[in-house]
């Protein structure tokens, strides 16, 4: 390749690369698939490898770049980011929508523009002719931090506009943690000692303000838009417009945000919205209602340190006080002993909350939780309830700290801490606690899938000796599940057929639900994929297994270790025995072959996972977005957006009934 055909190639990579960033985050509709991107993303850094002389710093491979910084430079905000009034109730909305009427001497509907209100670190970034430029924390509204380097480490931060953006452009948005990018992040600190983040508000924040670039970069964030500050070279009369013209220069914007006619659609938009709250994919604490147009905006102005033209309107608090009553000690799948806190019943953000997890003694310690205190309880997102913060104000001095016991409370074997760990641990891996959960992480919806394995039911099991780990399961005759308590002889043939069902899942399900560590979903179809069958993979060297992309010593690791322990070959062989799918089918072209589906709605003759694991198995391929490379759209009953989306880009839709004739069943 000549010097000119490769600045020629990176040039076209990084536009490519560009517009599929684009799809990804801003329409939310990607193109093509990881592996598709990455291999763009590959040669683009192999090309610049050969020649440095192309690389600059706004390549997509220079997110992460700069050394650790001494301390923050600070960034005066040319505008300055006001804060915004809070509303506690609809009344305090209609008194706002009135206040902005009388101040403009009208009675008219004033139209607003709605927004879910995220939790995160507010930011400004600053474009200068399509480039970015500076990255700043709002800071006190007038001054932030320099924290551009942190911020080019976010992927949905794009480093060049597309389109035609403006000659200066200042942008503001929210940097936020997904709910379950939150709860890994925290599970890999605890495994690692270090401690939790408070909720993912904090761990965004947290992670923005890094000194090294490199740990941001580690760190699962993102970001919403949601205004601007000062633009040059461009006129906007409407919020909404600047929503849209960010959103067509590549700068992500909530798709959830909505135009209002009035208030009253602003306030059934904040009732809408408080109902799918907890299926939110991050933390939002309210609406954000602004008046649409910006000459009103202009004539409105501010008071203090708040706009008149815009309000926030918070959802009910999800904190609340309560006393504990005691505190228990649960044995997860692992042996790791979690301490619970038993509380007065309280009502959090509209659901009644009994426990909360103390996470573990160092927690503890650290804020010095104990029985009989008045606590502050937090549930965020569909986590756990945890505890907060004592109220050390209402101690009477009855309260009674709280040690970790030395012998498991359910079996009675010897705990221990292992160097660096901050979890207690009980050693005995035949535990009923452990099985109890080793079974009903098996029976799971993303494992096994086994329906009708509820607790009560593994309980029973696991105490009356019947089943001493998930072989068992598969060994069970009607007598015995009849003999059960609450068994009625239908139940235990449905059990029966649900087990029975459960033997057709492919290797990869059953891979993950062993639970072994580090061996998730994804983890788990990336071996198999590999390897082709269980016992292959039980051979495996821990070189082999970190010769596989994607699988690091860790996962290795604990691989190569679970396989070693003979109990687990023992169960392995029960499974086998029973008829479970250890080898990969290659169906060298199956009927559906390089056929792409996504599915929306609900399917009524079988699951989601059984209609992607059929897919897979006539060698088609099963997706969860819809982009124009999709082939069948599947609709069932009660169809998301994704059909709105089919339809937008022109993919073929079919009803269940269609699907299930291409696929041999109808
Ligand atoms: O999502 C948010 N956190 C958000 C915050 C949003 N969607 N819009 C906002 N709009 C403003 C004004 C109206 C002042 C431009 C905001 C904030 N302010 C804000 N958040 C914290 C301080 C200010």
Known sequence: MTKEEARRRIEELRELIRYHNYRYYVLDSPEISDAEYDRLFRELQELEEKFPEFVTPDSPTQRVGAQPAEEFGTVPHTIPMLSLDNAMDEEE?????????????TDEDIEYV??????????????????????STRGDGFVGEDVTQNLRTIRAVPLVLLGDPPERLEVRGEVIMHIEDFRELNRRRAEEGEPPFANPRNAAAGSVRQLDPRITASRPLDIFFYGVGQVVGREFSTHWEVLQALRSWGLRTNPLNRLCRNVDEAVDYYRELLKIREELPYEADGVVIKVNRLDLQRRLG????????????????????????????????????????????????????KRATLHNQDEIDKKDVRI?????????GDVIPEVVAVVKERRTGKERPFRMPERCPVCGAKVVRLPDEAAHRCTNSACPAQVKERIRYFASKNAMDIEGLGVKLVAQLVDRGLVKDVGDLYFLTKEQLASLDRMAEKSAENLLEALERSKEREPARVLCALGIRHVGEHVARVLMDHFGSIDRLAEASADELESVPGIGPEVAGSVVDFFSHEENMRVLEKLKRAGLKFEVEKEAAGPLSGKKFVFTGTLSSMTRSEAEELIRKLGGEASSSVSRRTDYVVVGENPGS?????????????TEEEFLRMVGKG
């Open 642 to 654: 994704k059909l709105e989306r089919a339809r937008q880009l022109g993919v073929k839709t079919i």
């Open 93 to 105: 909305v209609r008194e706002f929508d009135e206040r902005v009427k009388r101040f403009l001497g």
């Open 372 to 380: 009989g205190d008045t606590v502050i309880v937090q549930r965020a």
């Open 114 to 135: 709605a927004e879910p209100k995220l939790d995160g670190l507010g930011v400004e970034l600053v474009y200068e002719r399509g480039r970015l430029v500076v990255g």
């Open 302 to 353: 501010e008071k203090a340190r708040s706009p008149r033209w815009a309000i926030a309107y918070k959802f009910p608090p999800r904190q609340a006080t309560t006393v504990i009553k005691d505190i228990v000690v649960q044995v997860g799948r692992t042996g790791v002993l979690t301490p619970v806190a038993i509380m007065e019943p309280v009502h959090v953000g509209g659901v009644e909350v």
